[in-house]
């Protein structure tokens, strides 16, 4: 029995017809993973190599935009200050950081995801590594709790905490 090539293509068809529904149908990429990558993009804000562009900081600035709600609450648990930004406001705030260190990198571990319907909480350790321009080197492993809120199907970091530090 010799199957035609119509049919062929019909059958195809109807399979990539299939596999769009079930994508659309079961969200391709879960809240969680949205989550995860929005707290990284994050974290990667503090990583800076030794050998940054200016070009590199302008990127940057971008993923402020993108991770960040437009009021953000950043509380530094240790010291007890707080305080309300926007995304724009922290622009100057991270460049005056980047320009403090000669490079610097920050990871993620061990986080804990609670999400409900539009809110979500998340606590994880943040190491952080770098080499300042004047002072000691900094290696030092804080817990940090970050709140988003889903807006439009986008989910934004609200709320920062970084609590004391872990281990130095």
Known sequence: MRIS?????????????????AYKIFGGVSDEAKIINT???MVSLASKPEAASP????????ILQRVFADKVT???GA???SDVYTPRSLEPMLANFRKSFVSTTASMSDEELRIDEVRADIVFACRFR???KSGTYVDEVRDVTCSLQKT???WKIDKVVINDILER
């Open 39 to 41: 707290v990284s993009d």
């Open 55 to 62: 070009a590199e900081l302008a990127l940057k600035l971008r």
């Open 74 to 76: 950043i509380d530094f």
């Open 5 to 21: 090539r119509k049919k062929i293509c019909c059958i195809l068809l109807a399979a990539a017809a299939a596999a769009f529904a």
């Open 130 to 132: 770098g080499k300042p």
């Open 152 to 154: 439009d199907g986008v």
């Open 79 to 81: 010291r007890r200050m």
